[in-house]
Antibody, heavy 117, light 110 residues
Framework: QVQLQESGPGLVKPSGTLSLTCAVS?????????WSWVRQPPGKGLEWLGE???????NYKPSLTSRVTISIDKSKNHLFLNLRSVTAADTAVYYC??????????WGQGTLVAVSS | QSALTQPPSASGSPGQSVTISCTGT?????????VSWYQQHPGKAPKLMIY???KRPSGVPDRFSGSKSDNTASLTVSGLQPEDEADYYC??????????FGGGTKLTVL
């Protein structure tokens, strides 16, 4: 079965860029229609950041469109997240997720990213 | 897009049934049959429990069921078990390649 593993720096400075990688194993990015990033601030609820299709079409949460970019590398079976101009409000556990709004059916274990100087 | 409204908490005794509501608008819950429910235990990733309002992924016990009426979706857990104690989140497609999650409900098994 497919597994997702997020990786990246656990600490990012304010105004910097948060960059995460999601490695997909046990399946291919081409197998599904959408792949998403979802985050969860400590003690709070889930927030969808955006999604990307195997063809590279991306959709983003409207309030984050100016700061977020999601991309894929099908040759490596990897998914990427870039979030620019971060503040403390971007501190969260970031999840790589297989699926879109019809269903988010497989989640990575998540990675905690703190924004602090 | 405002978050879907869920009660902060719900509870029930083992063996009982509990229903968690998820209220949106005609632009999200009421407008599409793309409502999902997720279970999250502390420190763990969310797990898909219900999708497209009432469908259960393989491996999810049939004690979990979903429904929708107008702008409100519901998750019912029947025959509550101790391992059902967790946070539950609903989500809905809201059109224009966008969607929204609920604020979450903490389910306590008494």
């Amino acid at each position: 079965q497919v597994q997702l593993q997020e990786s990246g720096p656990g600490l990012v400075k304010p105004s910097g860029t948060l960059s995460l990688t999601c490695a997909v194993s046990g399946g291919s990015i081409n197998d599904r229609g959408w792949w998403s990033w979802v985050r969860q601030p400590p003690g709070k609820g889930l927030e969808w950041l955006g999604e990307i299709s195997p063809s590279g079409t991306a959709n983003y949460k409207p309030s984050l469109t100016s700061r977020v970019t999601i991309s894929i590398d099908k040759s490596k079976n990897h998914l990427f997240l870039n979030l620019r101009s971060v503040t403390a409000a971007d501190t969260a556990v970031y999840y790589c997720v297989r699926g879109g709004w019809s269903k988010f059916d497989t989640w990575g274990q998540g990675t905690l990213v703190a924004v602090s100087s | 897009q405002s978050a879907l409204t869920q009660p902060p908490s719900a509870s029930g005794s083992p063996g009982q049934s509990v229903t968690i509501s998820c209220t949106g608008t005609s632009s999200d819950v009421g407008g599409y049959n793309y409502v999902s429910w997720y279970q999250q235990h502390p420190g763990k990733a969310p797990k898909l429990m219900i999708y497209e309002v009432s469908k259960r992924p393989s491996g999810v016990p049939d004690r979990f069921s979903g429904s929708k009426s107008d702008n409100t979706a519901s998750l019912t857990v029947s025959g509550l078990q101790p391992e059902d104690e967790a946070d539950y989140y609903c989500s809905s497609y809201a059109g224009s390649n966008n969607g929204v999650f609920g604020g979450g409900t903490k389910l306590t098994v008494l």
